[in-house]
């Protein structure tokens, strides 16, 4: 029996959604938001008829009938740490997202418009591996400082995908493999798995890691507490060098790695050097992913939008090409990966879960 599902992932300005039947799309769009449109709201949360109501306006002017959907799937947003899998929106979820208990996200808006749309046809809404996913080992738990322990927020919907994508293609169970995922999107993540868990990843939304296209990754901790206390800047302002406006858009004044890649390619000595280090930096993170994992590592797995790049790779696998084979899946398909999410709970071979 086949299904057909509708899949909401809502960015900062913009909405892609997509209907999948089984895992074949049949409708893709972005929905574009200007500045103005969204402008016009306080909160994300305060979102949400508006982004409904374009969607459900997309879905009618293409001739598509969501009474003949079976479930909706929402991006998961920035909810309380929960463990990996299929989750179904419920009272619980949608308190805590609509008070932000984690911060304030478009994503966030995911699981409720998911469950707004699946309400008005009487089905399940329901979300996947959203970036709280917590696996961590409690021993990968301690930073230094009792007050600040480390945190998983990463881009854990791409990086399961893609271990267990690595797993089936291999003729093994994603439960019975190790592989190092590193995933080069608008920030870095990498994530040491250990048989069907993510035991070890860098906070790729607050700081932690290599440095990204628009995030600075670990800084110099004293260097950046006395920048914090210098008077010249505000909260809000740290934060935002640190997400936003650090990596690549602090060195170079952009946040296009194809850019910056194409520069170094056309004999730019800085723009190569920055795109080395970034390189460098990821390289470093998987060679302690390894160490995380004992030396026992099946792959290494290089993933998201800056996996398109050839220099990238080569500057990585040239320095932990020892330690594991480098497989690459450049991009990140969520929607495949979130119409995957809920088609393995409808077709029985996984226990959906409650959020809590």
Do not use: W
Request: hydrophobic share 40%.
């Amino acid at each position: 029996m086949s299904h057909k599902l509708l899949i909401i992932n809502p960015g900062s300005t913009s909405t892609k959604i997509a209907v999948y039947e089984d895992e074949k799309e049949i409708f893709e769009e972005t929905l574009r938001h200007s500045a103005e449109e969204i402008g016009k709201f306080k909160h994300v949360s305060e979102q949400q008829n508006f982004r409904t109501e374009v969607i459900l306006k997309v879905l009618q002017d293409n001739k598509i009938d969501i009474k003949e959907l079976d479930a909706i799937v929402g991006r998961g947003g920035l909810l309380k740490p929960i463990v990996s899998g299929t989750y179904s929106v419920n009272e619980a979820m949608l308190k805590d997202l609509e008070a932000s208990v984690q911060g304030e996200h478009a994503s966030n808006l995911g699981a409720i418009i998911a469950n707004e749309i699946a309400n008005s046809i009487g089905k399940i809404a329901f979300i996947v591996d959203p970036v709280v996913v917590d696996e961590m080992e409690d021993i990968a738990r301690f930073s230094g400082i009792p007050e600040l322990p480390r945190k998983s927020i990463f881009h854990a919907l791409n990086q399961k995908a893609v271990a267990k994508r690595y797993a089936k293609e291999n003729s093994k169970n994603y439960e019975d493999v190790n592989v190092v995922v590193a995933h080069m999107g608008g920030g870095v993540s990498v994530g040491a798995h250990k048989k069907g868990k993510i035991v070890d990843v860098n906070n790729a939304l607050d700081g932690e890691g290599p440095f990204s296209p628009e995030r600075s990754g670990g800084v110099p901790a004293g260097d950046l507490a006395r920048m914090c206390f210098s008077g010249k800047y505000t909260l809000q302002e740290i934060l935002k060098k640190i997400t936003g406006k650090g990596g690549f858009v602090a060195y170079l004044g952009t946040n296009d790695a194809r850019e910056v890649e194409n520069a170094a390619l056309a004999g730019d000595a800085k723009a190569k050097l920055i795109h080395d280090a970034m390189g460098y930096q990821v390289a470093k993170d998987i060679g302690a992913a390894a160490a995380v994992l004992d030396g026992k590592v099946d792959a290494i797995i290089l993933t998201g939008g800056m996996a398109y790049g050839k220099p990238m790779v080569e500057v990585i696998s040239k320095k932990v090409g020892f330690i594991a084979p480098i497989v690459v899946y450049p991009g990140e398909d969520e929607m495949l990966a979130l119409a995957q999410g809920v088609l393995r709970v409808l077709n029985g071979e996984e226990q959906v879960k409650e959020y809590r």
